[in-house]
């Protein structure tokens, strides 16, 4: 294995969900990436923006999303942080949960537009990370947008693409605003989704 491997670079893991129903169609696994420079303005999740944390190994990452998968999985969600920050992981992890769960989707929340994945300036390895996403969000938050207008969608500029495997079902989608609230063993507080505005600034109150 060459010592560059995408095996052999590590994801920096923000968060982790082994059940999901608001970070895309059906009942998912959900790991969220530590790191982000875009710099959106009003970000959901500014806790994640530092390139801060130890690497995890991408197959001790895809064994950790195989370990809480059920029949009634359907596929894993990267959000962020920035994914395609870390894609040469991230595309390993995917590959490897794939591998392990036929017929699982890959969906990824991303900052950058797909001409920007597409472009000569593509962070490094994110044609190899699209090469495994079925359902793509693309776009920087904007902040002021007008609300949740559509699904999976945090602003109005965001677009939904489907790029391999079937188009899912406009039942198997959350409703606009779903959002989910849990507190894992530690006493961390994590709120994912699209959650209205006041529950969003409640919860940080809370969790002060």
Known sequence: MHADSPAQIGLRVAGFSGASRVNGPGLRAVVWVQGCTLGCSGCFNPATHAASGEAQAPEAVAARVVAAWTPDHVGLTLSGGEPFQQAEAAAEVARRVKSARPGSTLMVFTGYTLE????????????DLLSEVNLLVDGRFESGGGGYSRPLRASPNQRLWVLRGRSPLSSALPPDGASELAINDAGDVLLSGFPAPGLLAAVRQLAR
């Open 116 to 127: 920007e994945l597409h472009g000569h300036q593509a962070p490094l390895g994110a044609e």
